[in-house]
C-alpha cells in the first residue's frame, strides 16, 4: 500500500522559515517524480512544486518560486519542502504527492502550516 | 497558466441519481506528445484528495465504474451514475498538461 506522511507543520511568524518532510513507503520512492500541493484554508488546491525522480529536474509557481526549494533524499525514500521568507498567504495544508508525472495519484495526509505573528 | 473553470460551483443529488460536474481550460490540454492530462480528484470531508480519473476517461485503481470521464482539448466531463453516500465531497479536475492547476471545486451533497 502506498503511503506518504507529511510531518513538520506548525506555526511560523512571518519571514521565517519551516521545512516539511515526507515519507514515502510501499513504492519505489526513486521511479516516480514527487510534489508538494498546498490548500489554504477553505480554499482549493494549488500546485507548489515538483521535482525529477533524480532531483536533479525542479519545478515552481512563480507564487513560490526563489521562496521555497524542493528536494529528495532516494536512499531515505523522503521528500521536503524548504520554506523560507515565509507569508501569511502561505498559509495553509501541504501536501506531498505522487507524480507519475503530468498527474498525482496518491497524496498523503497533509501538514498544517500557519503563517502568524 | 492553464486556469481551470468548473461548473456548478455546488450540487445536490438525490441517492442514485446522476450528476454531471463540468470542467473548462483556458487552453487546449492536448500535450505535445498527442496525449490529454486531465485528471479528476475527490477530496472527501476531513481527508486528502485522491485520484479518480486521469487522462480524460481513465478510472484510476479501485475506482468505481459508476464515476465516468469524458471531453478533448478544453472541454470535459465527469459523470457520476448511482449516486451512494460516499460519493460526497468536492471534486476538482486538474491539468498536467503544463505547470499543473486546479478548478475551484464543485461540492457534492446527497439530498
Known amino acids: 500500500e502506498v503511503q506518504l506522511v507529511e510531518s513538520g507543520g506548525g506555526l511560523v511568524q512571518p519571514g521565517r522559515s519551516l521545512k516539511l518532510s515526507c515519507a514515502a513507503s510501499?513504492?519505489?520512492?526513486?521511479?516516480?517524480?514527487m510534489a508538494w500541493v498546498r490548500q489554504a484554508p477553505k480554499k482549493g488546491l494549488e500546485w507548489v512544486a515538483t521535482?525529477?525522480?533524480?532531483?536533479?529536474?525542479?519545478y515552481y509557481p512563480d507564487s513560490v518560486k526563489g521562496r521555497f526549494t524542493i528536494s529528495r533524499d532516494n536512499a531515505k525514500s523522503s521528500l521536503y519542502l524548504q520554506m523560507n521568507s515565509l507569508k501569511s498567504e502561505d498559509t495553509a495544508t501541504y501536501y506531498c504527492?505522487?507524480?507519475?508525472?503530468?498527474?498525482?495519484?496518491?497524496w498523503g495526509q497533509g501538514a498544517s502550516v500557519t503563517v502568524s505573528s | 497558466d492553464v486556469v481551470m473553470t468548473q461548473t456548478p460551483v455546488s450540487l445536490s443529488v438525490s441517492l442514485g441519481g446522476q450528476v454531471s460536474i463540468s470542467c473548462r481550460s483556458s487552453?487546449?490540454?492536448?500535450?505535445?506528445?498527442?496525449?490529454?492530462?486531465l485528471s479528476w480528484y475527490l477530496q472527501k470531508p476531513g481527508q486528502s484528495p485522491q485520484l479518480l480519473i486521469y487522462?480524460?476517461?481513465n478510472r484510476f485503481s479501485g475506482i468505481s465504474d459508476r464515476f465516468s470521464g469524458s471531453g478533448s482539448g478544453t472541454d470535459f466531463t465527469l459523470k457520476i451514475s448511482r449516486v451512494e453516500p460516499d460519493d460526497l465531497g468536492v471534486y476538482y479536475c486538474?491539468?498536467?498538461?503544463?505547470?499543473?492547476?486546479f478548478g475551484s471545486g464543485t461540492k457534492l451533497e446527497i439530498k
Open positions: 521535482i525529477s525522480t533524480s532531483g536533479s529536474r525542479t
Open positions: 504527492a505522487r507524480a507519475p508525472p503530468y498527474v498525482m495519484d496518491a
Open positions: 487552453q487546449s490540454l492536448v500535450h505535445n506528445n498527442g496525449n490529454t492530462y
Open positions: 487522462k480524460v476517461s
Open positions: 486538474g491539468q498536467g498538461t503544463q505547470y499543473p492547476t
Open positions: 510501499g513504492f519505489t520512492f526513486s521511479n516516480y517524480y
